[in-house]
């Protein structure tokens, strides 16, 4: 499985580690896509920092064409099952775990972002551990911080491999000026990268009901 990992360092920034390698203009926001999220909360985030997040990666999202439906699939002893939480499926349903610890090994990474080889997957981690006391706080609150985390790992999961970018929310590594960009709500997809998610989620769509169209013929 591939892996996408972010890291903040000290000097308060973030930076994506193990890597394979402008705002949507009107036509991205036409004929929107509507993609669920279920969010699993195993590390209990305050409710408030939890809708703040969501909050600012819709804003992100909407700005990209994208349109998000969050499943609240609640904390450990306290999950939600009948939402339909579990039925994560590539490119409309994507799930997004909040964990504690150092399941990395490492006390600087904030997620992970899971991949197979087609360059698919349905499934990140956030690490709130590190986030917590990261120093890029000094510049953006932590809902903020947390939904911009939550927009990468999405982001890297609907781009496929090779989603790093020069400039924007995919850049590889984000200094004190991104940032105060991210604090401001200004730090986006770019128009490619919009275009980029459009054409793989109508491409899987259509690949999808393909097959199943053929299962159906089949008789199967």
Same mark, same amino acid.
């Given at each position: 499985?591939?892996?996408?990992?972010?890291?903040? %360092?000290?000097?308060?920034? +973030?930076? &994506? +580690?193990?890597?394979?390698?402008?705002?949507a203009?009107?036509d991205?926001?036409?004929?929107? *896509?509507? /993609?669920?999220? %279920?969010?699993?909360?195993?590390a209990?985030v305050?409710?408030?920092?939890?809708?703040?997040?969501?909050?600012?990666?819709?804003?992100?999202?909407?700005?990209?064409? *994208?349109?998000?439906a969050? +499943?609240?699939?609640?904390?450990?002893g306290?999950?939600h #099952?009948?939402?339909?939480? &579990?039925?994560?499926?590539?490119?409309?349903? /994507? @799930?997004?775990?909040?964990?504690?610890?150092k399941?990395?090994? @490492?006390?600087?990474?904030?997620?992970?972002? $899971?991949?197979?080889?087609?360059?698919?997957?349905?499934?990140?981690?956030?690490?709130? #551990?590190? &986030?917590s006391?990261?120093?890029?706080?000094?510049? *953006?609150?932590?809902?903020?911080?947390?939904?911009?985390? *939550?927009?990468?790992e999405?982001?890297? &999961?609907?781009?496929? !491999?090779?989603?790093?970018?020069?400039?924007?929310?995919?850049?590889?590594?984000w200094e004190v000026?991104?940032?105060?960009?991210?604090?401001?709500?200004?730090?986006l $997809? #770019?128009?490619?990268?919009s275009?980029?998610m459009r054409?793989?989620?109508?491409s899987?769509?259509?690949?999808?009901?393909?097959?199943?169209?053929?299962? !159906?013929?089949?008789?199967?």
């Open positions: 499985m591939a892996r996408r990992i972010w890291m903040v %360092s000290a000097a308060g920034t +973030l930076t &994506l +580690l193990f890597a394979h390698g402008a705002a203009g009107p991205a926001r036409q004929n929107a *896509i509507r /993609l669920k999220v %279920s969010v699993f909360n195993d209990q305050p409710q408030s920092v939890l809708r703040a997040a969501e909050t600012r990666a819709q804003a992100v999202f909407e700005k990209a064409g *994208i349109s998000l969050w +499943l609240d699939c609640g904390t450990p306290h999950w #099952t009948e939402l339909g939480c &579990l039925d994560v499926a590539f490119p409309n349903h /994507l @799930s997004v775990r909040l964990v504690t610890g399941q990395t090994g @490492s006390h600087d990474i904030f997620g992970q972002s $899971f991949l197979n080889e087609r360059g698919e997957g349905n499934y990140a981690n956030v690490y709130l #551990t590190p &986030l006391s990261a120093k890029a706080l000094e510049v *953006i609150r932590e809902g903020d911080l947390l939904g911009c985390i *939550i927009v990468h999405l982001g890297h &999961l609907l781009l496929g !491999k090779n989603s790093h970018s020069a400039e924007g929310l995919m850049r590889a590594k000026w991104e940032l105060r960009e991210a604090a401001r709500g200004n730090l $997809f #770019t128009k490619s990268e275009e980029r054409v793989r989620y109508f899987a769509v259509a690949r999808a009901e393909g097959a199943s169209s053929r299962v !159906k013929a089949s008789g199967k």
